[in-house]
């Protein structure tokens, strides 16, 4: 199987030249790492048939479907919530 790298690159875009652009900027790189992890497991269990092209176009469309539908403003909430500042001021 690729390695994660593979899925992402230098401007935090996964794309290819006929597909759609979704911008994942503003997701951590923690949060993307870990949805990739989750994804690849998911595929790799139910899918471990797949060739690695295969593979890697599910886990690719799947991570692109994820990123489409979270709500940026509530994500960004939530980051900020949780952010160290955040938690002095709320003790």
């Not at 030249?17 to 911008?23: G, M, P, T």
């Not at 497991?41 to 593979?55: F, G, H, Q, R």
């Amino acid at each position: 199987m690729e390695s994660l790298n593979e899925f992402e690159n230098d401007n935090h875009m996964i794309s290819d030249s006929n597909d759609e652009d979704i911008d994942d900027s503003y997701i951590t790189a923690d949060d993307k790492k870990n949805l990739l992890i989750t994804i690849k497991k998911i595929y790799e269990k139910n899918y471990y048939w797949a060739d690695s092209c295969l593979m890697k176009c599910l886990i690719k469309n799947h991570y692109k479907q994820v990123i489409k539908n979270i709500n940026k403003k509530d994500y960004l909430e939530e980051i900020n919530k949780n952010d160290v500042d955040s938690l002095i001021q709320q003790i």
